[in-house]
């Protein structure tokens, strides 16, 4: 049985999969069932000077029969005393020991502010302490959240406040709003950060009301922009990690549109050592976590990794400069005509949208014996296709359009390379440069 366990910053959690800061973990009843369920730890809905929330609060964009691929919402903080949250982190410390309960503070931009927040949060007993300071709405115009994210130099200070007394380890959750998210995790280990998580939610208006002109979510016919999270996002936030662990030598907590194990499974192999989840335990409840559980064993045993830790940062290597990849490197499409229902819209694609190098025969084709009507079948021409995959991602069909790597005979020559060859050989033109001519 491969061990689900991990260790963050010498924390051990049953597994990896943990509540990210927000509605699931408002309280301790609802962290309580979330263990129950097989979460292995929570980060709790940040603690800080109570506030007091709108109604309306959340927006949605859905896909078709879809609902919430990507979730909006305007919420701020806790909105119940710092004294009832950590009393009830203390409960569920002492209900599950070995459940790692996560303390989200943000507090007012004051060193003094800062370490009674510390303290108060370690004596009720939570394992790591996690620094918001990625909220992109309502607490940033109070000078807090991702207003201190955003400004390296205060993310370094707030941290190093932090550390002057913390005895637990402090995570640093970074806001995808800015330029370079990698910048900001360098600032936060300057300032002694034990990890980051990443990301919070993303600058957003998910839309407006077409009679009435309110921004969604509206308030009383008015709306300010949110936090936009969900499916939606997950690809940006699986870029920001990878772009942190390529750049930082630091745990990350990655978070951001995590919804199943595979999800989970991406994340931690480019470089998460726990992940964090909102939207989905919001949208589809906890008992999600039963197949992310199931769905992680049996890929850990099926690759024969004996634990979760060793997936972290497996895919790191392979994310590489462009400038590294192989430009000899060829693949063409080929279509199945058996599979091919004739909707063209590959064609279509490659037509408009691509290169021109599928044509659609004036020859029905097709096969009576497999009961399969005549159709007109798309051939692509394979001496023009560059080999760019769109007409396999529109096709609606699976597995119809499949790219099959073909043998140049050619050596691996990257950008790179072609740049340092041409320096040598200046007279040789880019096609003999590319076959390896000198
Ligand atoms: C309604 C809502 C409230 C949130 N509240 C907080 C919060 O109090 N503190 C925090 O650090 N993040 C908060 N988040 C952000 C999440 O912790 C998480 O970073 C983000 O939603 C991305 O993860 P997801 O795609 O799994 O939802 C909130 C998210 C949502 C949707």
């Known amino acids: 049985m491969p061990d689900l366990s991990i260790d963050f910053c010498g924390v051990r959690s049953p597994n990896p999969f943990w509540l990210a800061s ?44 879809e609902r919430m691929i990507g979730l909006n919402n305007i919420e701020l903080i806790s909105d119940r005393s710092v004294e009832v949250n950590l009393r009830e982190i203390a409960e569920v410390k002492k209900r599950f ?34 620094l918001n300071f990625g909220c992109p709405h309502g607490m940033s115009e109070r000078g807090m959240g991702a207003a201190v994210g955003q400004v390296p130099e ?22 995808p709003n800015v330029t370079d998210i990698a910048h900001m995790a360098v600032a936060a280990k300057k300032g002694g950060a034990d990890a980051v998580s990443l990301v919070n939610t993303f600058n957003s208006i998910v839309g407006v009301d077409l009679d009435n002109f309110a921004p969604r979510p509206a308030v009383a016919g008015r709306g300010s922009h949110g936090g936009y999270c969900g499916p939606a996002v997950k690809p940006v936030a699986l870029h920001m990690v990878s772009s942190v662990a390529k750049t930082v030598d630091i745990p990350i907590s990655g978070i951001g549109g995590i919804g199943n194990w595979r999800d989970a499974v991406e994340f931690m192999l480019l470089g998460s050592t726990s992940v964090q989840v909102c939207t989905a335990a919001m949208h589809y409840g906890f008992r999600i976590v039963e197949d992310m559980i199931a769905g992680l064993d049996n890929y850990l045993e099926e690759k024969g990794f004996a634990s979760a830790m060793d997936l972290v940062g497996k895919a ?18 080929k279509i199945d005509a058996v599979k091919c229902i004739g909707c063209n819209l590959c064609y279509i694609a490659c037509e408009d949208g ?58 691996h020559m990257s950008w790179k390379q072609l740049q340092e060859a041409r320096g040598k050989s200046p007279n040789c033109s880019m096609e003999e440069l590319l076959a390896g001519g000198k």
Request: charged share 20%; glycine share 6%.
């Open 22 to 65: 927000g509605p699931p973990s408002n309280t301790a009843y609802q962290v309580m069932r979330a263990f129950d369920a097989g979460w292995g730890g929570a980060v709790w809905k940040t603690i800080g000077e109570p506030i007091i929330n709108t109604a309306s609060r959340y927006g949605s964009i859905d896909l078709k029969n």
């Open 97 to 130: 020991p070995k459940h790692t309960v996560i303390a989200s503070l943000m507090v007012e931009s004051k060193q003094a502010t800062w370490h009674d927040i510390v303290r108060r949060a370690e004596d009720s007993g939570a394992d790591l302490l996690e």
């Open 154 to 175: 205060y993310a370094t200070m707030i941290t190093q406040w932090v550390k002057e007394v913390a005895r637990t380890p402090v995570i640093v959750k970074l806001t």
């Open 316 to 333: 790191t290597p392979h994310v590489d400069d462009w400038g590294n990849l192989d430009l000899n490197y060829k693949i063409v499409a």
């Open 354 to 411: 691509a290169h021109q190098c599928i044509r659609v025969d004036e020859r029905p084709q097709g096969d009576l014996r497999h009961g399969v009507n005549l159709r007109h079948v798309p051939v692509v021409l394979e001496d023009e296709c560059v080999g760019c995959n769109l007409c396999a991602l529109v096709c609606p069909v699976p597995d119809c359009i499949t790219m099959a790597e073909i043998d140049t005979g050619r050596p």
